[in-house]
T-cell receptor
Framework: AQSVTQLDSHVSVSEGTPVLLRCNYS??????LFWYVQHPNKGLQLLLK??????LVKGINGFEAEFKKSETSFHLTKPSAHMSDAAEYFC?????????????FGGGTRLMVKP | NAGVTQTPKFQVLKTGQSMTLQCAQD?????MSWYRQDPGMGLRLIHY???????DQGEVPNGYNVSRSTTEDFPLRLLSAAPSQTSVYFC????????????FGPGTRLTVT
């Protein structure tokens, strides 16, 4: 079985300051991990993915995440927040052995960016 | 290339009514899935398919049926709608050759009164 815990349901930062969204996962196998972003009333967009290559993964819009197996974490960071980053972010785990590539989602973190 | 399309965008049903949410993809992906999104719970898998003619249950399948007669289409049927099925529904597709990256449709917002 696999599971994902996003440690903060809401994060508020000021524009221009760093962003840290925390994610811990549980998987009985070497997982694939993803971060998705959802802007209000929109669908989901893939930010970045880890699939057992480099542990530091760079994504779109300046986001990156580091896979730490010893800590079972996959935290999302960005050096400087922009107003357009305000959205909900989902950490997702997938065990590619599962038929259908089923995804398990965390509960989401809503990022608010103050001017 | 339209990607993953879903219809309708919005729907209101009365308790006990049935309906079908449509999902289509034009990327020749073998995998397709249905998820529901509820506040604070992320997305939960309802049903999925690994190819035409093959479907299986996900985490929350009760009250929903699916079929996959073609690679392109994966409709989700609500047999007898209940207020607990009020949610936003997302369809997704992926392929092994694409590194299993899931592509999501724009969603259907369903309200059951």
């Amino acid at each position: 079985a696999q599971s994902v815990t996003q440690l903060d349901s809401h994060v508020s930062v000021s524009e221009g300051t760093p962003v840290l969204l925390r994610c811990n996962y549980s998987s009985s196998y070497s997982p694939s991990l993803f971060w998705y972003v959802q802007h209000p009333n929109k669908g989901l967009q893939l930010l970045l993915k880890y699939t057992s290559a480099a542990t530091l993964v760079k994504g779109i819009n300046g986001f990156e995440a580091e896979f730490k197996k010893s800590e079972t974490s996959f935290h999302l960071t960005k050096p400087s927040a922009h107003m357009s980053d305000a959205a909900e972010y989902f950490c997702v785990v997938s065990d590619l052995r599962n038929a259908g590539n089923m995804l398990t989602f965390g509960g989401g973190t809503r990022l608010m960016v103050k001017p | 290339n339209a990607g993953v399309t879903q219809t309708p965008k919005f729907q209101v049903l009365k308790t006990g009514q049935s309906m079908t949410l449509q999902c289509a993809q034009d990327m020749n992906h073998e995998y397709m899935s249905w998820y529901r999104q509820d506040p604070g719970m992320g997305l939960r898998l309802i049903h999925y398919s690994v190819g035409a003619g093959i479907t299986d249950q996900g985490e929350v399948p009760n009250g929903y049926n699916v079929s996959r007669s073609t690679t392109e289409d994966f409709p989700l049927r609500l047999l007898s709608a209940a207020p607990s099925q009020t949610s936003v529904y997302f369809c997704a597709s992926s392929s092994r050759t694409g590194g299993y990256e899931q592509y999501f449709g724009p969603g259907t917002r369903l309200t059951v009164t």
